[in-house]
């Protein structure tokens, strides 16, 4: 048990609608991840919050992804209008800053 | 831009052999490089390295460091079926980077 708690653990959604994710950190972990990974590859880095600001998002990253840390404590991250190469494992990670980082068990988004 | 290189993407290996992996990147404001463990759900820790020549152990696997040549290798001696995984490097620097991982498959 990492103490990352992603929900939901499974999303299948239609090509066009939204969907949101929610990231619980450990607690008192000023930085917080999302990547997205697909089959037999690494993780993709997305972006990434040190308390409640948002310091950087990939430049890959298509204005539908948008992604929230109120209060420096849980994350979201949306994607509108979803489409069919969204389909991927959505991962978060927390960690102290400098020091390793820990992952939930990620949410697997399926958009048919 | 950061960027992390791993080496081989993919690798098939017998029971018993020996693996070497290569981690080599490119970043600004270095502060560590980790290696982590991925089977079917999230990575899972086993190294932060921070200094140069410094090796770290674990059972079977070692990892070492060289920031003079900006690369890290991961060593799996005596290797089992349950090593099969995908093992990736990441390098902490601004932000936390990863490379595409290498594919380890064991036969038995």
């Known amino acids: 048990d990492t103490g990352v708690s992603q929900n939901p653990r499974h999303k299948i959604t239609k090509r066009g609608q939204n969907v949101t994710f929610r990231c619980d950190p450990i607690?008192?972990?000023?930085?917080l991840y999302w990547y997205r990974q697909t089959l037999g590859q690494g993780p993709e880095f997305l972006t990434y919050f040190q308390n409640e600001a948002q310091l950087e998002k990939s430049r890959l990253l298509s204005d539908r992804f948008s992604a929230e840390r109120p209060k420096g404590s849980f994350s979201t991250l949306e994607i509108q209008r979803t489409e069919q190469g969204d389909s991927a494992m959505y991962l978060c990670a927390s960690s102290p800053e400098g020091i390793k980082a820990f992952f939930g068990q990620g949410t697997r988004l399926t958009v048919v | 831009e950061d960027k992390v290189v791993q080496s081989p993407l993919s690798l098939v290996v017998h029971e018993g052999d020996t693996v070497t992996l290569n981690c080599s990147y490119e970043v600004t404001n270095f502060r560590s490089l980790l290696w982590y463990k991925q089977e079917k759900k999230a990575p899972t820790f086993l190294f932060m390295l921070t200094s140069s020549g410094i090796e770290k152990k674990s059972g079977r696997l070692s990892s070492i460091l060289d920031k003079k040549e900006l690369f890290s290798i991961l060593n799996i001696t005596a290797t089992q079926t349950g090593d099969s995984a995908i093992y990736l490097c990441a390098v902490e620097a601004t932000k936390l980077v990863f490379g595409a991982g290498t594919i380890l498959r064991v036969k038995s």
């Open positions: 607690s008192e972990h000023n930085r």
